[in-house]
């Protein structure tokens, strides 16, 4: 799906208009609506993150490509903190969690 039509689906589920969008994100009305009818198909990267966060989503949000999700930061700190342990500890980790994956198998 092309940039325009995923902003729009996402102004549509946050209820605004488009003369909302424009004043929450600072984007001028005129950019705002070549953007969203597929004028402009590459705009500048700080327009397309102040209508990310006018519309309370992110960059990743707009990308529909068919690849992972980034991490979000707890699970970014949790690696984090897993790579500062020691071998025998690791492996407790890993323990932990097939047990608990098992346990949501047989429960789920």
């Excluded at 327009?47 to 992110?58: I, Q």
């Excluded at 699970?75 to 984090?80: A, K, N, R, W």
Aim: hydrophobic share 35%.
């Amino acid at each position: 799906m092309e940039l325009g039509m995923l902003i729009q689906q996402k102004r549509r589920q946050a209820g605004l208009t488009i003369d909302e969008l424009s004043e929450r994100s600072g984007v001028p009305k005129g950019t705002l609506n070549k953007i969203l009818n597929g004028i402009t198909r590459d705009p500048q990267l700080e327009t397309v993150k102040a209508l990310a966060r006018a519309l309370g989503c992110t960059l990743e949000d707009f990308d529909d490509s068919p690849r992972p999700r980034a991490l979000t930061q707890p699970e970014f700190d949790l690696i984090q903190k897993y790579r500062k342990l020691d071998s025998h500890s690791r492996r407790l980790v890993e323990l932990v969690i097939d047990q608990e994956l098992r346990r949501g198998q047989v429960s789920g």
